[in-house]
T-cell receptor
Framework: GAGVSQSPSNKVTEKGKDVELRCDPI?????LYWYRQSLGQGLEFLIY????????KSGLPSDRFSAERTGGSVSTLTIQRTQQEDSAVYLC???????????FGPGTRLTVL | GENVEQHPSTLSVQEGDSAVIKCTYS??????FPWYKQELGKRPQLIIDIRSNVGEKKDQRIAVTLNKTAKHFSLHITETQPEDSAVYFC???????????FGGGTRLMVKP
């Protein structure tokens, strides 16, 4: 079946602009995660949605970052007033409720000039 | 919160040799430890995982060991092949299905 999809695959923006990154999880997966991978680095947790529960936002690096998940499916990560240090690959993952494996999307490569 | 350290950051082996990657974690409550393989430009993919109630798990050429007392776990790849070349990430979480804390990654290069 279809895996996790993300769009756009690449985004180049100017410093100070806002960007929106989209994630479509695997159908039926109730858990959705956003991670950030800076060049040559590991994955850094950003935010986690589980069903209808309040999201765990403990990984968001600043108040310029926010995310929402509409209808328990698609999620959008928004970065306001982008900075050069926001440049990274943003990865989304989803998992079935009660299951451990997280399935990753292909990521969105964000470049802030 | 949890902190995961991974070593080495790069590892070069000859085809057919074994490769070992080690991780340590800080939160004694962590009980689920997955390993992901990420090929260049691709998404991370789960290759093996272990829960805290076992000390070792094996899947063909790949094995993972866990020492809860010492809070470290390792990935072992035997009979390495060029297609094993990738970046490998370890991770830990106190609750399976919850967010993962990742190590910094190991770039494995298998030379033919």
């Amino acid at each position: 079946g279809a895996g996790v999809s993300q769009s756009p695959s690449n985004k180049v923006t100017e410093k100070g602009k806002d960007v929106e990154l989209r994630c479509d999880p695997i159908s039926g997966h109730t858990a959705l995660y956003w991670y950030r991978q800076s060049l040559g680095q590991g994955l850094e947790f950003l935010i986690y949605f589980q069903g209808n529960s309040a999201p765990d936002k403990s990984g968001l690096p600043s108040d310029r970052f926010s995310a929402e998940r509409t209808g328990g499916s698609v999620s959008t990560l928004t970065i306001q007033r982008t900075q050069q240090e926001d440049s990274a690959v943003y990865l989304c993952a989803s998992s079935l409720s009660g299951k451990v494996e997280q399935f990753f999307g292909p990521g969105t490569r964000l470049t802030v000039l | 919160g949890e902190n995961v350290e991974q070593h080495p950051s790069t590892l070069s082996v000859q085809e057919g040799d074994s490769a070992v990657i080690k991780c340590t974690y800080s939160d004694s409550a962590s009980n689920y430890f997955p390993w992901y393989k990420q090929e260049l430009g691709k998404r991370p993919q789960l290759i093996i995982d272990i829960r805290s109630n076992v000390g070792e798990k094996k899947d063909q050429r790949i094995a993972v060991t866990l020492n809860k007392t010492a809070k470290h776990f390792s990935l072992h790849i035997t009979e390495t092949q060029p297609e094993d070349s990738a970046v490998y990430f370890c991770a830990a979480t106190p609750t399976a299905g919850n967010m993962l804390t990742f190590g910094g990654g190991t770039r494995l290069m298998v030379k033919p």
